[in-house]
């Protein structure tokens, strides 16, 4: 809460780090959705005020302020952006937890400029790199503030009718089918024993590969959701029990973002 | 995702059913945001298009459509809207399993008209009543659609800097001290062992209750993070080892939705 280090006389106060959700059509084919579908008006006109950024990807942060500077001028031309990559995250649990090579991108919050972090879709930090750079803003003193957004874990998980008082995101399974099989099963026990709807996200090509692989190894009564192209025209979600699934297999759109979730009873 | 029923040849085609997000601000004093500070302007717009209601309180979702007024001419006067409660939830992990109770709510959807689901903040359906009805709307094959908006999870989650490619919300913890003490020293162990956020909530009046609790109970080293007023202006999100908040308290404001988070390492 309170600012790190001691007040010069003639220093700027130290900037915010402002969590700026991007809209949920990433790497879908043109006309795309309007901004302002997806994103509130005053999120929009916040980030149009922004002048440093740290992104998962700088090429899709210029194409978002594009969409921004339609609806509301930006504080700067586009190219005298200050727009720095987050370091590509390393695999595994230990991702999250070693904030210390990320604390240079904050040098121009503690010059006073406020800072946008900012994914390719959806909030930043959330099942996507961007936590050990707020962790060390934390650390570092630093004001955070979440501008609202819409995440698809959680509108998958409105959609889906599932349990959504106890929840759990696992996010990518493993790609070997043997490993994969096993923690499906895996899953589907935790889901039962806490009652816990398990949420799970997959590359969009792989989708249907995963779909198969949760209707050959879920049992027949467990209730399978999956919720596809989110936010899109083209969007759906649909839930039933595994047993219906099979009776009845939907072929999952190729190369649309989807949520897999789960609840067994 | 096929209709359900014949189709009949003067039948209209079955309405769908929208998740509307609310805002974040329930309950909190005048003035309010602005509603486009929360919500995308296409989602506003969306609700000022529905005439049928099913909500968490009735009371509210009037206030919310004065709301939407302001910005976007609602289809109808507001006295003539069909605003219908949700049932009171029952307690315990069986609430969210037995929809066919309000499968009634869905007629005016068998009849062609889309039907609004609202809560009293954030998405319907998570960590708050309306599962079922999103159940029973899959089971009569009905169309259903999450409109993109904030949840207060979500954004917390973010805020905080802790593990967001792993994360579950497990709702409220008892009240009753030494059962929320086992159930604390529960999670951290679940934390550890999965390298998994737990997130929780708690009745506002009852958050530095919960804080203190958290504080007594969890391991020194556990990082813990609370948001609160997440969307408003005097909205903070503190994240911190446990040792660290022992040893420089902060007093949660009274009556402030809150959210906590959890990692342990």
Redesign the interface.
């Known amino acids: 809460?309170s600012l790190a280090g001691d007040s010069d006389a003639g220093a700027a106060p130290a900037g915010t780090l402002y969590?700026v959700p991007n809209t949920?059509d990433f790497g879908m084919p043109e006309p795309l959705?309007?901004l302002?579908?997806?994103?509130?008006?005053?999120?929009v006109q916040r980030a149009a005020r922004l002048r440093h950024w740290v992104a998962e990807n700088a090429k899709t942060t210029r194409a978002f302020l594009k969409r921004v500077a339609a609806i509301e001028p930006l504080i700067a031309p586009l190219q005298e952006m200050s727009i720095v990559e987050l370091p590509r995250p390393r695999k595994g649990?230990g991702?999250?937890?070693t904030?210390t090579n990320v604390a240079p991108l904050l040098e121009p919050a503690h010059l006073g400029h406020d800072i946008g972090l900012i994914s390719e879709a959806g909030?930043?930090?959330?099942?996507?790199p961007?936590?050990?750079?707020?962790?060390?803003?934390?650390s570092a003193g630093l004001?955070?503030?979440?501008?609202?957004?819409?995440?698809s874990?959680?509108?998958?998980?409105?959609?889906?009718?599932?349990?959504?008082?106890?929840?759990?995101?696992?996010?990518y399974l493993p790609a070997d089918p043997a490993a994969r099989g096993g923690r499906i099963r895996e899953l589907e026990a935790t889901s039962r024993r806490n009652?816990?709807t398990q949420l799970m996200i997959e590359t969009p090509y792989r989708n249907a590969a995963l779909l198969d692989a949760l209707l050959a190894h879920l049992g027949a009564t467990t209730e399978l959701s999956v919720?596809w192209g989110?936010?899109l025209p083209s969007?759906?979600?649909?839930?039933?029990r595994v047993a219906a699934w099979r009776a009845r297999p939907?072929r999952l759109p190729p190369d649309v973002p989807a949520i897999f979730a789960l609840l067994a009873?």
């Open positions: 809460m969590l949920l959705p309007a302002t579908d997806a994103l509130p008006l005053g999120v649990a991702a999250t937890r904030p909030l930043p930090a959330v099942a996507d961007g936590a050990a750079l707020v962790r060390a803003a934390h004001r955070v503030v979440s501008l609202a957004g819409p995440s874990m959680l509108l998958a998980l409105a959609a889906s009718g599932l349990n959504g008082q106890s929840f759990a995101f696992v996010g009652g816990q919720s989110l936010t969007g759906a979600t649909r839930t039933d939907t009873t």
